[in-house]
């Protein structure tokens, strides 16, 4: 690193140069979006001076503009705002870092032809690094609203690994961005692709987007509507403009799967523009993220990511909420436990449900897409939004026997559709993988009836399945947990768990005793058809998914011992009930207890024992 007291050059840090190459190997497929990302950060430059100026009319309110010029002898393309500028350390952080946890992991796991997908750069939003996909050099020359001229900055890279920043006096606030094009770029100094490209892809920016007149030296032209979008009539905005839109706001390069354009009047009179991404984030797990709706009050830019506005199981969304009540001066503080934001809130929650759910009806392929990103936090929405339990529940999808598929696409709607006559509940049962769960004991009786069961293995399935206790007016039923309860599905079959022969009944006590400890009893079953047994929790126990969430949170989980059933129509049970009281027995039934507990994917408590025993039987079979 080279210092002066007014010009350093600095090294980019470790995950930008692994984005700039990345950038220069066409990680974009579409080069030509780079002016959309800069207009896009000009914009917001715009939008942070002018709310700032309300509350510091020092920082003034120059004309906010946005200029795009261009040279075609030098080759340069030039973008200048009247934003609120930077600092010099605002400059090393911000165009020397990705400021994003996590960012660097993300980076570090790419490669091959996942590296060059296109659609990546959305999910970490950098937009100003998209200039290099075009020029060889860039030059940024900036100086902070408010801030002397002498205090303007200069900063400079060919995107090779390191930038220099030095000291320089700028007459006006602001930034202005060249780009030196590269031998094969030089095409983009160009007026008419350029204004084509400003009313292509930044015709909804709210600022005055201005180009030269032709031949003129001072007079401009306004290129885009300069309009803010979400202030237009429904009926007069295009598919493609909603798109566009959206890849401005949430710096995005793939469209949006729907969208929902709501003016909302009366008691509280706002306007949202909700979009439901085509791709999750990187960071969609990290609780800490930033994540919200960008917040306008009277069209006056606030708040960049505003979470009160939307409940958690909904951070994927992006949009805009436009409210005419709030004051100009709201903060984040303002906002928490305020009763008028968890109206709009709840409002703003119920029109997203709705859109997901008309995106659900009018096209299934667009919506699994949907869900097959996002599927598992909306699943949070079960537990964490009681009011709209019912709407997030239609929403939800699962892989069940009647597909035997693990795609996850069948709705609680289409298994009540096809529910058995008689049938009282949603049965489901709940496993680690999907083929664990397809292949549970559990389900044998009911697969043997007839039976559709839901195949539950997210980990937040479970947890999930606790709060959903009913759907449609049908409760949901685990097959693992309690009393099957078949009712009119079975008539005559469902009866007492333990009733039988009397010498079942005697077996069950046998059991009992060398299973002391291990389990709560031992009763045949209606719930078998193939297996020998089976572990069955009691209807309050904690289940073996919860169960270890509980513990890798460091949580203490009560001690819950299961029951053991039995199916005295098997072969290895009609066996184990002709053997006498000895070494023989006690190794079956603790081997027959030992792999319903592998069954249901427990881990055993003594393998190395259970191994012998396997053994001592193999060795031993002629003699059982």
Not at 356 to 379: H, I, M, N, P, T
Not at 513 to 532: C, I, M, N, Q, Y
Request: glycine share 8%; net charge negative.
């Amino acid at each position: 690193m080279v210092t002066s007291p007014e010009r350093e050059t600095l090294g980019f840090k470790a995950e930008v140069s692994q984005l700039l190459k990345m950038m220069i190997h066409s990680l974009y497929s579409n080069r030509e979006i780079f002016l959309r990302e800069l207009i896009s950060n000009a914009s917001d430059a715009c939008d942070k001076r002018r709310f700032l100026a309300l509350a510091d009319p020092s920082l003034g309110l120059d004309p906010m503009t946005i200029d795009v010029e261009f040279d075609p002898a030098a080759a340069t393309v030039t973008i200048t705002d009247h934003g609120i500028g930077m600092t010099r350390e605002e400059v090393i952080s911000q165009l020397g870092t990705i400021a994003k946890s996590g960012t660097a992991e993300f980076l570090a796991g790419l490669s091959g032809d996942q590296a060059k997908d296109a659609q990546l750069i959305g999910q970490f939003g950098v937009g100003f690094y998209s200039a290099f996909i075009v020029a060889e050099r860039v030059e940024v020359h900036t100086r902070r609203a408010g801030a002397p001229p002498e205090a303007g900055v200069a900063w400079e890279s060919k995107g090779e690994g390191d930038f220099t920043v030095e000291t320089e006096t700028l007459a006006e606030p602001g930034t202005r961005i060249v780009l030196h094009l590269r031998e094969d770029a030089k095409d983009f100094a160009d007026a008419w692709r350029l204004r084509g490209l400003v009313r292509r892809y930044s015709d909804h920016i709210a600022f005055p987007v201005r180009m030269r007149k032709e031949g003129a030296t001072h007079d401009w032209d306004t290129v885009n509507a300069a309009t803010a979008l979400w202030t237009r009539s429904r009926g007069d905005i295009t598919d493609d403009e909603y798109a566009e839109f959206y890849k401005h706001i949430a710096h995005d390069s793939e469209a949006p799967l729907a969208h929902a354009h709501n003016r909302v009047e009366g008691k509280r009179e706002y306007t949202m523009l909700l979009y439901v991404p085509a791709r999750a984030p990187f960071d969609l797990w990290n609780r800490d993220a930033p994540r919200g709706l960008k917040l306008y009050v009277k069209r006056v830019f606030i708040l960049d990511d505003a979470e009160q506005f939307l409940p958690h199981y909904l951070r994927f969304l992006k949009g805009v909420v436009d409210s005419s009540d709030l004051p100009l001066n709201v903060s984040r503080e303002l906002l928490q436990d305020d009763p008028e934001i968890e109206a709009m809130r709840s409002g703003i929650a119920r029109r997203a449900l709705d859109m997901l759910g008309k995106l659900a009806e009018s096209d299934v392929e667009k919506y699994q897409r949907c869900w097959s990103e996002f599927g598992q936090v909306l699943k949070e929405g079960v537990a964490e939004d009681a009011a709209n339990r019912e709407r997030v529940a239609r929403l939800l999808r699962f892989a069940t026997t009647h597909t035997d598929r693990e795609t996850q696409d069948q709705s609680l709607a289409d298994y009540v559709g096809r529910m058995r006559p008689g049938q009282k509940h949603i049965y489901y049962v709940a496993a680690e993988t999907w083929n664990a769960a397809r292949q549970s004991p559990h389900l044998e009786r009911l697969k043997k009836l007839g039976v559709e069961v839901v195949l539950l293995y997210d980990r937040i399935d479970e947890w999930m399945a606790g709060y959903l206790a009913e759907f449609d007016g049908k409760t949901l039923k685990d097959a693992a947990r309690g009393d099957l309860d078949l009712g009119d599905l079975a008539p005559g079959e469902a009866g007492a768990p333990a009733g039988g022969s009397e010498a079942v009944l005697a077996l069950c006590g046998r059991l009992r005793e060398v299973l002391s400890g291990k389990v709560d009893g031992v009763r045949t079953t209606e719930r078998l058809a193939e297996s020998a047994v089976c572990l069955v929790r009691g209807e309050q126990d904690v289940g073996a998914q919860m169960r270890k969430i509980l513990e890798a949170a460091g949580q203490k989980v009560p001690a819950a011992r299961p029951a053991l059933e039995i199916n005295p129509e098997h072969p290895l049970i009609k066996k184990l009930g002709s053997l006498p009281d000895g070494e023989g027995f006690r190794d079956l039934a603790l081997t027959l207890f030992d792999q319903a507990t592998l069954a249901e994917g427990g881990v055993l408590a003594d393998p190395a024992d259970y191994c012998r025993r396997v053994n001592r039987l193999l060795l031993g079979e002629a003699t059982l």
